[in-house]
């Protein structure tokens, strides 16, 4: 059973970044929709990504002192 719903861009947006939330989750069902969900999760893996190698530095720099 499937249910059909609609949510605001900024809230999916909220669920991407929190991680409770991922594409793979969920279809859409049309063209426009798939879109911007892919500009989302774009957009978020590259915050992550961003984040993310700015930490790990640091990390191995506390570890080896």
């Known amino acids: 059973m499937t249910i059909q719903i609609e949510i605001d861009k900024d809230k999916l947006t ?3 970044e929190q991680g ?6 969920f279809r859409c069902l049309n063209s426009a929709s798939k ?5 989302l ?3 978020n893996c590259a915050k ?3 984040k993310t ?3 790990i530095p640091i990390l191995l720099y506390k570890q080896a002192h």
Not at 35 to 39: A, E, F, I
């Open 14 to 16: 909220h669920l991407f």
């Open 20 to 25: 409770v939330l991922c594409a793979a989750d």
């Open 35 to 39: 879109q911007q969900v892919t500009r």
């Open 41 to 43: 999760c774009l957009t």
């Open 48 to 50: 992550r990504l961003q």
């Open 53 to 55: 190698s700015f930490e």
